[in-house]
């Protein structure tokens, strides 16, 4: 059941993206800036009905959303509001990397805080140090995309483009596992 709220919550997600896309070609940047504002505050709410709390990540974005928004509003300039995802990808790709360097995982602190199965723990840290790396770069990509290109272009990197190019990472994750898997078998053989 709650994996078909997070299904739902999903889509949501894309909310003040889209709002602030849609606002900002049609409108001036201040009420752009207040929709995407106001559909944040909807898409927290949202999280909070369809999944009974708020994820730590959800309000890291929200109050960036907040705070970039502010200083977009104050300077009359939109590109800060476009920045979330940078600030996002930098923080999450340090967390990510800081954690494993420190012997610790993020990742499975999450699957222990959901109650999933958690499979081999060397695998999870070595998806997660990966993820981080993606996570930094992606986020600099997006400062680069904020910068750089309209914001259909932004918009579409922030949302479907990010799960494209994330799942095209995953993938190339799964190859690499499979060639360690295989190497590591070989020398256990060869021992």
Not at 101 to 107: G, H, L, Q, V
Not at 119 to 138: N, R, V
């Amino acid at each position: 059941m709650e994996s078909s709220h997070s299904n739902k919550f999903f889509l949501i997600s894309f909310l003040p993206a889209l709002a602030y896309w849609y606002l900002e070609s049609h409108y001036s940047l201040k009420v752009a800036l207040f929709g995407g504002l106001v559909l944040a505050i909807l898409e927290i709410g949202l999280e909070k009905v369809f999944t009974k709390h708020v994820h730590s990540i959800s309000k890291l974005n929200f109050f960036l959303i907040v705070f970039l928004a502010m200083i977009s509003f104050i300077g009359d300039e939109g590109i800060w509001f476009k920045l979330q995802p940078f600030f996002t990808g930098l923080f999450m790709g340090g967390l990510l990397i800081y954690k494993t360097y420190k012997n610790d995982s993020y990742f499975l602190e999450m699957m222990e805080a959901m109650n999933r199965p958690i499979p081999s723990a060397e695998i999870i840290k070595y998806l997660e140090k990966h993820t981080g790396f993606f996570m930094l770069g992606y986020g600099l990509f997006m400062a680069y995309v904020a910068f750089e290109f309209s914001t259909e272009k932004w918009l579409f990197f922030k949302t479907i483009g990010f799960y494209i190019c994330f799942i095209l990472f995953f993938i190339g994750e799964m190859f690499l596992l499979r060639k360690k898997a295989m190497s590591q078998s070989k020398i256990i053989k060869n021992q």
